[in-house]
């Protein structure tokens, strides 16, 4: 039924045809996630809501705004996008997340928490100021409701003086399941809310800002999500109102009912398991044992960062804020200003979230705190607003602060244990996976870089991270057999840089490689180090665009970081 | 009495003696303000509660923490610093702001809002992991209590499980009056209180988050002030407290209780007016007259930077969302989905809190939202905190993104008629005054630079924005007078860079001059540029540390940019 379906047939469905649908949906999503990797149980949880929402309102029209976008699917299934499903994620595909470039009932694109109450209220504004007439609604998940913006938003509603549906989809998880006092409230509210007089006084706290409470506390039941739906649609005219719905996350597919935490993101057959951060894991709970300094921050990921034992073994220093990478931040540099050595874990791309407090509560202090962070670099299906390709280059610049790249998970390993010892802000910046251990190193020393091999004396490839330095060995290998040696510089710290050991490669035609952006990264810091020397030096990063989905080594190969890439350049240069 | 005060004979003074301890500390901080600028409504409001936190609580072994910090001053006077009071703000004197460096009294430093609940949490936190026991207080205004950090550190107070006081010390504004729900429902709470049970039905907002809600609503009363801590002081054992206090911003100096916006921030007679931001006013007034698109988002701030003309003449079309820079980008780019072209004026400094949302919500989609930051470069007294001098390094790596930098006020004029028709993300940057006017451009073309004098052949100069532009003026004519004959040119547009004028400076000896960081800003990006080329670069930037409270000039003088060391520079390598 899905096939062709269109908004027009949608609303001419019955409840049974419409339960058909939430199945057929059901059975696509899974099948395809499973091939393809992708988030499962948030989106089979939410079949029932796309459906209702998509019945009830005219999209495009009507703009409905997701937060995050763990929950889209459906609504993809059912605007146009079911052809090309089996392509989602994937290099060339439709996108995992919503995307105006994609269709026009993507109105806004997002992936990062707490973004769409401002997002709809902006939109809302503008169809005011422009005298237009549609409903606004967003989408948001109780794990996302925990970030500040929710506030920053909820503050401004009645300023804005606009309406908006907010449908607060509540099902007791971000990834890990929702702390906080914000999800007990919720919890309270769910629970009282058939005694009438007991929601009156319980939903006080939207009414507060402007927003009616309303609740579907079965929000997998079709029928009643519609009809709610259409009461509120009413209503929207002159109010705005906030739809409290449960739902069931995992919802018609019995492991991942069971176990939502390990469905919310499935990885393909093809993609490496996290062995960063079992590395992270498991030397920092050593670590702790004798450190009783040490305290680990997270900000809703504490499983994919690989700390859930550090967390077991250590609860009285272990803290999961939520989706909040500002106040984890500041968590951390205030814990530190009293002799605790506090450890803030972290995807790269969500780091973005906590620049100012990087600047001003860590840096600006001194403070002995160190950032983990976990899948930098590309990270593949999750697309444009996921890549960690931009951290080098917003950390290089803040002064006090050291950053780290371990070349693999061994190295890793003895950088934490530097870190333990180590009394300044430091960064150490890693991928997801590590597929390969170069050598085993004795000993870190701040801002001292490793030769790999030694070369012939013309050129010196110098590079940091695995991915980068598994490019360049591989290059050398490949030149070594054509007659030219390269040496191979393992710039493990990007920050401080080895001096000594690149006032030893003046003479040489220096080439540089990293998973970064190019302006502000490695590359970058080294052109400016030789920029009062007459000195060629050829960069190889990404260039100064958005990186789309695909996977990692496709990617980095379309992007000019491999080693035939390296090698190319070489040759080229050596036959000029 | 004030002189040599300490805690111990502070906690022996009558009432009679602290009234006249607080009138002493008015003095001291109005005739010191009027000197050198500074911040004198909000520091006049709180001396009451400063001298009765000083006599309630046992500073430094408890702990308090300021909020942005523009209520400091007499907790300085208390703590030590009566003497060199009088050099607060200026080179080497002590800071307008907590600093941990200057004082065991200042446990924390601060200077952006909202970071003082997630700071105490941190520091009771410690406390306990430590096994230690002392109180923990976070001081904050209600203008910062509209930052998103709030409910993130709310959220996270029973997860913690451990106590802080929190005052809310609400004077109704930040630096204009503050705005949102939030700040009306703490109206109701402090109209309603006297009611005993109004107050139990209001503060439950407050209460579910842990907090136990008390007020005082004459926070000038000392007395009142010191009973009512008293009392809280013993709850804090097994509680966490929300104090509400009522204070009159620039209380006791008639002119401030009547002006409190325009006192808020004290510019001592040295420092020039706000050019760039009339400019800015001016300009966009007009052009919104026309163009219905225009409409205009601050984040408490629409005065000094120069809106106030333009909030009043289309108040639908422009919102001050508080102190919530995330929100007020992302506002921006959802409005421009919808075919609105929306201006987000925001201090350099300040911006930094909204780098995410400039990546993904505004950059990744390429939505043409214009960045007008103000306050660029050094800022000056304010110290560490406040530089702009990080700008052109967090924003240059942006994909889609344009980076503008007038050399005056006139070509700034001409970029806002630029951005108006500019259909991508641009930001302008500029400082906070215009002192000249460098000459009359007919028109801007994206990327195009502009040639201001000729040279020789050897030298040329690139420089961005009126204060490096007007080194570079310097010393070119400095030079001109020795025969070394320089080609001054005018970096407008930092992002796209003109790459044609740089391929046409191939075999000139390049110099690079900007009011910001070395690391990523306008001389990396000439470097990178020109990395496989054989070729000498000179860059004058800041280096790599964080700049302290002083003049602009000074700083930038003993920072090495000035029309003096381009001289030297030149000169000495002529007689080389």
């Not at 109105?107 to 606004?136: M, P, Q, W």
């Not at 809310?193 to 579907?216: C, L, M, N, S």
């Not at 450190?291 to 034992?309: H, N």
């Not at 244990?417 to 997801?432: C, D, G, K, V």
Request: net charge negative; glycine share 8%; charged share 25%.
């Amino acid at each position: 039924m899905l096939e062709n379906i269109t908004g027009a047939q949608l609303k001419k469905m019955t409840l049974k045809e419409l339960l058909a649908l939430c199945e057929e949906a059901r059975e696509i999503i899974t099948r395809t996630v499973l091939k393809n990797g992708g988030h499962l149980s948030s989106n089979l949880g939410t079949v029932e809501l796309s459906v209702a929402l998509n019945y009830v309102f005219d999209f495009p029209k009507d703009k409905l705004v997701f937060d995050v976008g763990h929950q889209c699917y459906t609504h993809k299934l059912l605007t146009g996008r079911y052809f090309e499903f089996d392509t989602i994620r994937q290099k060339g595909g439709i996108s995992g997340f919503p995307k105006r470039a994609e269709s026009e009932y993507d109105c806004y694109n997002v992936g990062h928490a707490g973004t769409s109450v401002s997002a709809a209220l902006g939109i809302a504004k503008a169809r005011d100021i422009n005298g237009e007439n549609f409903n606004v609604i967003a989408l948001i998940g109780d794990g996302s409701f925990n970030n500040g913006l929710i506030y920053e938003a909820f503050n401004s509603l009645r300023l804005l003086n606009t309406n908006i549906l907010l449908i607060l989809n509540d099902n007791g998880m971000s990834i890990a399941p929702t702390v906080g006092s914000m999800h007990e409230y919720l919890e309270i509210l769910s629970e009282d809310i058939t005694q009438k007089h007991k929601k009156d006084r319980h939903a006080k706290i939207f009414e507060r800002f402007g927003f009616e409470y309303d609740g579907v506390y079965d929000g997998n039941d079709l029928e009643k999500m519609i009809s709610k739906l259409e009461e509120i649609k009413e209503k929207l005219k002159t109010q705005s109102v906030i739809l409290h719905v449960l739902t069931k996350k995992g919802k018609g597919y019995s492991f991942c009912e069971e176990n939502p935490e390990v469905t919310h993101g499935i990885t393909n057959s093809t993609e490496k398991v996290d062995e960063y951060s079992e590395i992270l894991g498991k030397t920092l709970t050593r670590l702790a044992e004798k450190d009783k300094r040490i305290v680990a921050v997270t900000a809703a990921m504490t499983s994919s960062l690989g700390l859930s034992e550090f967390f077991e073994k250590y609860p009285d220093r272990s803290v999961d804020v939520g989706i909040c990478e500002e106040h984890a931040a500041i968590l951390c540099a205030s814990m530190a200003t009293e002799g605790l050595k506090p450890y803030y874990a972290v995807y790269s791309t969500f780091l973005q979230r906590s620049f100012d407090e990087i600047i001003i509560d860590i840096c600006s202090q001194n403070l002995p705190v160190t950032l983990c962070i976990d899948r930098a670099g590309i990270s593949g299906s999750d697309g444009e607003t996921h890549q960690g390709v931009f951290d080098l280059s917003f950390l290089s610049f803040i002064p006090n602060l050291t950053i780290a790249v371990p070349k693999d998970i061994s190295e890793f390993e003895k950088m934490l244990e530097f870190s333990a010892e180590f009394n300044a802000p430091l960064a150490i910046r890693y991928p997801r996976s590590g597929n390969k251990i170069f050598n085993k190193r004795d000993e870190i020393l701040c801002g001292q870089w490793e030769k790999l091999t030694e070369g012939d004396g013309k050129y010196a490839l110098i590079a940091c991270g695995e991915r980068a330095i598994n490019c360049a060995l591989n290059a050398e290998s490949l030149l070594r057999e054509k007659g030219v040696r390269l040496s191979v510089i393992n710039a493990c710290f990007v920050k401080p840089m080895d001096t000594e050991t690149l006032d030893s490669l003046k003479e040489k035609f220096i080439l540089t490689v990293e998973d970064n952006m190019l302006i502000g990264g490695l590359g970058s810091l080294i052109n400016t180090y030789f920029s009062a020397e007459n000195k060629i030096i050829k960069n190889f990063a990404y260039a100064d665009d958005f990186i789309p989905q695909g996977g990692v080594s496709e990617l980095m190969e379309e992007l000019g970081l491999s080693a035939e890439k390296i090698v190319d350049y070489i040759l080229t240069n050596e036959n000029r």
